[in-house]
């Protein structure tokens, strides 16, 4: 590498989130080096104040550079517009509802000089009101680590380490990404509308080189019970999980191999057993909502694999009479 340092850009795909842009500008502005790097922020043709709100901080800042599209493009080709329009050697993919944590962006700045395709970082998720629960994990044993994912082996065990999908890229947060590296393969037009085609991307980047660094660090506070994915109801919500990362697993290294198996496995760290039965509970109390058919659908292909955790898992769903599946719905 050169002397002088990479430089990062924070890309922000936004879509009818006015309300938090302000508090998310904030904690980024107030940051270590906030000078040192642009603020690009893409508007995929909101309805709410996002430009009135816009126009005030790019009055204020000028490193906010702010784009607005004619029409709705969905998250997938909006995540592949931001990363077009920085004009950095890295950009941190990062919510439009989320605060960046303090020293973050310092950390994010002195990480990127050792030259990693993508740096993977930890949030803390938190209530919508941004009450801190829990350090979210991402792989087991919690140490940092660096990956080359072209290594089957490497991957492999890499892969068996995942917790949950964010190993998988899930959560656009916790990316920053090398453009040079990103720009090495096209938008995945497969994967367009599933909301993981940054993920297919990085999956298609691994037959050739990705090299990806773990920090282990907590880089930014997740705004949960915000999920704009929520609208058609939970049910379609893990639809888009189950579903997405078994077509991920499936196409990239094939159905029957390690690789497929463990990201079948980390899901189920998020279709686990207590929210199969609370999904059971409000598909019957929210038909008009909420699909059972799917639901069953989704449990059939998320525990296909054999375990006896799998196998109690479907006979609890199956049998569970009703008032007791209740007990685990909050």
């Given at each position: 590498m050169s002397d002088e340092s990479p430089s990062l850009s924070i890309g922000i795909p936004t879509y009818n989130f006015a309300e938090f842009l302000p508090a998310t500008f904030q904690s980024i502005l107030a940051q270590d080096g906030s000078?040192?790097?642009?603020?690009?922020?893409?508007?995929?043709?909101?309805?709410?104040?996002?430009?009135?709100?816009?126009?005030?901080?790019c009055a204020k800042h000028p490193q906010i550079r702010y784009y607005r599209l004619a029409a709705k493009g969905g998250i997938d080709r909006d995540m592949a517009k931001v990363m077009e329009l920085v004009t950095t050697d890295y950009c941190w993919l990062f919510s439009s509802d989320d605060?960046?944590?303090?020293?973050?962006?310092?950390?994010?700045?002195?990480?990127?000089?050792?030259?990693?395709?993508?740096y993977l970082c930890k949030h803390m998720e938190c209530l919508k009101d941004m009450t801190p629960l829990w350090e979210h994990p991402i792989l087991k044993p919690d140490v940092a680590?660096?990956?080359e994912l072209s290594n089957p082996s490497e991957r492999i065990g890499y892969f068996e380490r995942a917790v949950n999908s964010e190993a998988f890229f899930s959560f656009m947060g916790g990316l920053i990404v090398k453009r040079a590296a990103w720009n090495r393969v096209p938008l995945?037009?497969?994967?367009?509308?599933?909301?993981?085609?940054?993920?297919?991307?990085?999956?298609?980047?691994?037959?050739?080189?990705?090299?990806?660094?773990?920090?282990?660090?907590?880089f930014l506070r997740r705004r949960g019970e915000n999920d704009s994915f929520?609208?058609?109801?939970?049910?379609?919500?893990?639809?888009?999980?189950?579903?997405g990362f078994h077509k991920l697993g499936d196409r990239f290294f094939g159905h029957d191999s390690r690789e497929a198996r463990a990201i079948r496995r980390a899901i189920l760290s998020?279709?686990?057993?207590?929210?199969?039965?609370?999904?059971?509970?409000?598909a019957a109390m929210m038909?008009?909502?909420?699909?059972?058919?799917?639901?069953d659908r989704l449990v059939r292909m998320g525990y296909a694999d054999f375990s006896w955790q799998g196998q109690i898992t479907k006979w609890l769903?199956?049998?569970?009479?009703?008032?007791?599946?209740?007990?685990?719905?909050?």
């Open positions: 000078d040192e790097v642009e603020l690009v922020v893409l508007d995929g043709a909101s309805t709410d104040e996002t430009p009135v709100i816009m126009a005030e901080f605060l960046m944590s303090d020293g973050a962006l310092r950390m994010a700045l002195n990480e990127i000089k050792s030259g990693y395709d993508v680590g660096t990956f995945n037009e497969e994967f367009v509308g599933s909301c993981w085609a940054h993920a297919a991307r990085l999956f298609e980047l691994m037959t050739s080189k990705l090299r990806v660094k773990y920090t282990g660090r907590v929520s609208d058609r109801g939970l049910v379609r919500r893990y639809q888009l999980q189950v579903e998020e279709f686990n057993r207590w929210i199969v039965l609370r999904l059971k509970y409000r038909p008009e909502l909420e699909d059972k058919q799917l639901l769903y199956k049998w569970l009479p009703l008032r007791l599946c209740r007990r685990y719905y909050p």
